[in-house]
């Protein structure tokens, strides 16, 4: 109908069936175009999933397919798991900006980053990446 949501779909025996598309958070954007940037999901150390995309100018996301909470106003957002909790990632007016486990506020990166991406390492660290004036730049956080 003209919404650009995000679904998710899980397979229980290694995707070979899967079940029925899944609407993440309770909001639609209308919106008859296709300017999705990020969003994205990950596995906690139990198989929960958590979901983070973007919604008009605010960032949401959805842990185990309960309520969606504001992360804040953004965009191009990433997520990612580890044993330490979860990891938040986006941009707006001030750059790259992350949400760390165990902190309230979020954390100013990079005032002049864009497009940001997280990864978790074998050893269980995170790794974020961005742009920055045609370079890539990496960081591990805390």
Partial sequence: DGNRDLYTV???DGGRTFGPAVKQGA?????????MDGGGLALDA???MVTVWRREGEVFVVRDGGLETLIAAGRNPAV???RTGMYAIWTDAEGVKARLP???APAVLD???AFPQLAVLENGEVLAA???KGAIEVRRLH
């Fill in 46 to 48: 139990e198989g929960r």
């Fill in 10 to 12: 899980t397979s229980t």
């Fill in 27 to 35: 909001g639609s954007w209308k919106l008859k175009a296709c300017p």
């Fill in 111 to 113: 005032a002049l980053g």
């Fill in 80 to 82: 990612a798991v580890n």
């Fill in 130 to 132: 961005w742009e920055r």
């Fill in 102 to 104: 165990g902190q309230e």
